[in-house]
């Protein structure tokens, strides 16, 4: 098959724990030998890890616009899974993705990573909310301000799909668990562990005592590592079918959910396994202090609920096999894992 018959396909972020898990499943996609993968990696030491993959692995970051704007420039899809603040980087490559849509009379695709954050409401742990939002319940999503966490991205994400020259459409993952064990992990190139739980993990075994965000009664949804990979496939499946198997743009909002549960009861069952490995000094997590949630979190974050419903993702045909079993279930080896790694 000659390059001009390919699918064309630019990634960010493939050496983190989302990227990674999303490259990998590219690379496992019946189509993978349709495809042409070009991924971007800070470090040099992983090109030639990446090359033997079959992608096209080039140095750079976020940082070089140019260089975003240039590959996006030259792709049929784009997946950006780096860093999902950075107004800059997202403007970057959706200026690539016009000037290829001005080239070629072909309207590329964005999918865009962001996260269920953007909902966030900080109730320092005290109170779980009533407010549920769905994916399909666009004008709930609309009354989030821009000051959110990702929604200014958002913004500029959606705005492009309205232009014409792009269809975007943007994952939301939610709290996402479990270790990733994908054939990058295997070779060293890709980063295993999510943040929010392993963070809690991380402080706990610092301060030798699982600890807690106020009351521990805020809310969050979660998702399986796995699952959110298939979520990027699923859209990636559809957008590629065409522009009305699944909504982009204004309609263009994916979360990546298959449960909910209460903050302080992954504080609790931390406490009760650090205690049980005689790390903690009580099975019981004590409230964690303003300086100790600045140290450790960089402030009460933690401590805020977000309600998500997956139910547009679900609509295209995502079906994720994880339920909440499994993350209760993914607590103990990710302590131990994390313990190994601090005890070095």
């Not at 030798?208 to 499946?237: C, E, M, R």
Request: net charge negative; charged share 20%.
């Amino acid at each position: 098959m000659s390059t001009s018959e390919k699918t064309l396909i630019f990634i960010t972020g493939v050496t983190g724990y989302i990227g990674g898990s999303v490259l990998s499943a590219l690379l496992s996609h019946p189509r993978v030998k349709s495809f042409q993968i070009t991924v971007l990696t800070r470090s040099p030491e992983k090109v030639v890890l990446l090359n033997n993959l079959g992608v096209v692995a080039v140095v750079g970051s976020n940082q070089d616009l140019g260089n975003l704007t240039e590959y996006a420039r030259n792709s049929d899809v784009v997946f950006a899974c780096a860093d999902s603040d950075d107004l800059q980087a997202a403007k970057a490559i959706l200026l690539g993705l016009k000037k290829r849509y001005d080239e070629t009379g072909k309207v590329p695709i964005l999918i865009h990573t962001s996260g269920t954050g953007v909902l966030a409401e900080n109730a320092a742990g005290d109170y779980a909310t009533d407010k549920v939002y769905s994916d399909l319940d666009i004008p709930l999503i609309e009354t989030l301000p821009k000051t959110q966490p990702h929604r200014e991205v958002d913004i500029e994400v959606v705005a492009a799909d309205e232009k014409g020259y792009v269809r975007t459409y943007i994952v939301l993952p939610s709290t996402i668990y479990g270790i990733a064990n994908t054939s990058l992990v295997k070779l060293g190139i890709q980063n295993p562990y999510s943040i929010q739980i392993p963070s809690l993990i991380k402080a706990s075994i610092d301060r030798k005592q699982g600890g807690v965000v106020g009351k521990g009664l805020n809310l969050w949804p979660n998702v399986h590592i796995d699952d959110i990979a298939s979520l990027y496939i699923t859209i990636f499946d559809a957008a590629i079918r065409g522009p009305g198997e699944a909504g982009h743009g204004r309609e263009g909002f994916y979360f990546g959910e298959n449960g909910e549960h209460r903050v302080g009861r992954i504080s609790e069952v931390i406490a009760e396994l650090l205690f049980a490995a005689k790390i903690g000094k009580s099975a019981e997590p004590t409230v964690f202090t303003e300086d100790e949630l600045q140290k450790y979190f960089g402030g009460p974050g933690l401590g805020s609920n977000s309600r998500a419903r997956a139910d547009r993702s679900k609509l295209i045909g995502w079906k994720p096999v994880h339920s909440i079993d499994s993350l209760w279930a993914s607590l103990k080896p990710e302590i131990e894992a994390i313990a190994e790694i601090q005890n070095k």
